[in-house]
């Protein structure tokens, strides 16, 4: 890895309390010169030692997707050079390849984002299966509107993380969630919370947030790594991946660890390489040369 070059659009957004997605595609057409100017200077590489390019197809906000695929093709015509598309979620399933080059499919991967809460076994790269996947909302998504209940800014995933820190989650037990199989609900548990708050009313003072920050919390990563070890019992693999923007997660990081242990070996990327960057895309790309030239696809699955 070169140069991974992240411009983080928090700051845009936050009054909102959420991804605007017009001012997010608008932000990306007025930074993406600059951040390749940025890459590329930092990667000390010229466009002529440039083989191809990888662009993200989907699954994403469409607006954000037009502009960077725009972008991929203008550098494409202009410098000559094949322009791939790549899926966002195989993108984040190479992060890990890229924090241990030596890692080899067969995998089981458990990719969890804002969008997705996927288990998947990949046979060889470039082939996926979706063995597991949630009913209603994302972990990501999950974190992100109990952040807000608690009266935590946006991103609410990360503030969430920090004020669990301080809680005790025995003190506020909330449901675990338990579906049959391999599918994830979480809907159910931000309801509890919903309700919890609601019946506390002002008596939740900044201990019984965190409280319950670190049980809803506990709730989502126990049942994500549930279905994680079952699925390992099924089908026994030697390699398993937590990766997408929740793997950041101090306890699902720390829990991951241990009940992977003595079952397989896990690999989660690196803090920067779990949230969406471009250099996932990349690896994605360079491990399976032969993909096509891309279209957008805003509602991707695996495919
Ligand atoms: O993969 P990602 O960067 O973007 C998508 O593809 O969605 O994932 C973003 C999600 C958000 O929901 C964010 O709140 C969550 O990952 N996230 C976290 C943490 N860091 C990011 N959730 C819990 N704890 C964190 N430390
Ligand atoms: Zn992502």
């Keep these: 890895m070169l140069a991974n070059v992240i411009h983080s659009q928090l700051e845009l957004h936050k009054e909102f309390g959420g991804v605007v997605p017009e001012l997010a595609a608008r932000d990306h057409l007025e930074r993406l010169p600059h951040l390749l100017d940025l890459a590329l200077d930092g990667a000390r590489v010229q466009p002529a030692d440039i083989g191809r390019i990888a662009v993200t197809r989907g699954p994403g906000l469409a607006g954000c997707l037009l502009v960077g695929v725009g972008v991929a093709e203008g550098l494409g015509a202009a410098w000559s050079r094949p322009v791939t598309g790549v899926n966002h979620l195989w993108g984040h399933i190479y992060a890990a390849l890229l924090t241990r080059p030596e890692l080899e499919p067969p995998l089981l991967g458990l990719v969890v984002s804002g969008a997705h809460s996927d288990l998947?076994?990949?046979?060889?790269?470039?082939?996926?299966?979706?063995?597991?996947?949630?009913?209603?909302?994302?972990?990501?998504?999950a974190f992100?509107?109990?952040?807000?209940?608690?009266?935590?800014?946006?991103?609410?995933?990360?503030?969430?993380?920090?004020?669990?820190?301080?809680?005790?989650?025995?003190?506020?037990?909330?449901?675990?969630?338990?579906?049959?199989?391999?599918e994830y609900s979480f809907s159910g548990l931000k309801t509890a919370l919903l309700y919890r708050l609601r019946d506390m009313a002002d008596r939740a003072g900044q201990q019984e947030r965190a409280d319950l920050a670190a049980a809803f919390e506990a709730s989502v990563v126990e049942s994500l790594l549930e279905k994680l070890a079952a699925a390992?019992?099924?089908?026994?693999?030697?390699?398993?991946v937590v990766c997408g923007g929740v793997a950041?997660?101090?306890?699902?990081?720390?829990?991951?660890?241990?009940?992977?242990?003595?079952?397989a070996r896990l690999t989660m990327p690196p803090l920067?390489?779990?949230?969406?960057?471009?250099?996932?895309?990349?690896?994605?790309?360079?491990?399976?040369?032969?993909?096509?030239?891309?279209?957008?696809?805003?509602?991707?699955?695996?495919?």
Excluded at 232 to 240: A, F, G, H, S, T
Excluded at 249 to 260: F, P, S
């Design 120 to 141: 998947v076994r990949m046979p060889a790269h470039g082939r996926f299966e979706v063995i597991g996947r949630t009913r209603d909302d994302a972990a990501g998504e």
């Design 144 to 182: 992100d509107k109990a952040a807000r209940m608690l009266g935590l800014g946006y991103p609410g995933g990360p503030a969430l993380d920090r004020l669990a820190r301080s809680g005790d989650a025995s003190r506020q037990p909330l449901p675990r969630p338990s579906l049959p199989g391999l």
């Design 232 to 240: 390992l019992e099924k089908q026994p693999c030697p390699e398993v």
């Design 248 to 263: 950041a997660n101090t306890l699902l990081r720390r829990r991951a660890r241990e009940v992977v242990a003595g079952r």
């Design 272 to 303: 920067e390489l779990c949230t969406d960057n471009a250099a996932m895309i990349a690896a994605a790309s360079h491990f399976n040369p032969a993909l096509a030239p891309t279209t957008v696809e805003p509602s991707l699955g695996w495919d």
